[in-house]
């Protein structure tokens, strides 16, 4: 993306914060957001999702995320959460298929595929993440696997436009590790991205779908990973934590030109 041009900057906090700790962090952030043009999300904990959106909604430029959601519409399903119960919290957007949940509970591109569509229809964005292994990236199958991530992730979902769905590229060897992708090397890889969905939407829609990096984010590499002309924003998980370092990500570009 034009460094000019605003980007989608999302935290996701994982398993931490309380509700103490995310009202005093939306309260610091919305002085801090007044500086940017570029949009943010938080992608917060269950527990956490109505305060959030209640303390988010005077600063239009700050939306609330989930992070994972059940497919069925409701039910006898101990334990999980419905679309429709995220939206009633004030979510708009819905994080599914991070490689924590593929990986340490079990989660098939079809359960995703599942999940996206009942997000989609109960009015939620989804964010999919979908991205290679290092033994996938290092015998060269990138490719294969994000093709297979998209094609299958996104079987039989039609879009208006394009705007209601968000991709994320998140290689799994750069989440947590210190070791990000490269702008290069990124930019590569959302391209493919941007073909695929070229072949399932058609130029115009896929024009439209937001692709984001996610995996070892921080304030000295956003300026490098947001130079790629498909990178439309960051998915950033431990810098999001503290609201000073994530302030440095949102805010890059002012600080550039300081
Ligand atoms: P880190 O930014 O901590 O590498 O996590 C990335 C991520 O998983 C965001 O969803």
Redesign the pocket.
């Given at each position: 993306m034009p460094l000019d041009s605003p980007s989608l900057i999302?935290g996701?906090w994982?398993m931490y914060k309380t509700r103490e700790e995310a009202l005093d962090y939306i309260n610091e952030l919305a002085e801090k957001v007044k500086g940017t043009s570029n949009e943010v999300v938080l992608?917060v904990p269950f527990t956490i999702l109505y305060s959030a959106a209640k303390a988010a909604k005077k600063t239009p430029q700050i939306k609330i995320s989930a992070q994972n959601m059940n497919d069925a519409k409701e039910g006898a399903f101990t334990g999980e959460i419905a679309a429709k119960m995220l939206t009633d919290a004030g979510a708009r957007y819905v994080?599914l298929g991070?490689?924590?949940r593929r990986r340490y509970f079990g989660e098939t591109n079809e359960f995703i595929n599942h999940k996206v569509k009942r997000a989609l229809k109960e009015g939620l964005i989804p964010i999919l993440?979908i991205g290679e292994s290092k033994e996938e990236n290092e015998s060269g199958k990138r490719e294969e696997v994000l093709r297979a991530e998209i094609l299958e992730g996104l079987a039989d979902v039609h879009l208006k436009d394009g705007k209601e769905l968000i991709l994320?590229y998140?290689p799994i060897w750069?989440?947590?590790?210190g070791v990000?992708a490269g702008g290069k090397e990124a930019e590569e890889a959302h391209s493919f991205i941007r073909e695929v969905l070229k072949e399932k939407f058609g130029d115009e829609i896929a024009s439209h779908i937001k692709i984001l990096y996610?995996?070892?984010?921080?304030p000295g590499n956003t300026k490098e990973l947001l130079t790629g002309k498909n990178v439309n924003g960051l998915?950033?998980?431990?810098?999001?934590l503290d609201v000073n370092t994530f302030d440095h990500i949102i805010n890059f570009n002012k600080q550039v030109n300081e």
């Open positions: 999302v996701n994982k992608a994080i991070h490689s924590e993440c994320a998140e750069a989440i947590g590790t990000h996610g995996g070892s984010v921080n998915l950033v998980g431990g810098s999001s």
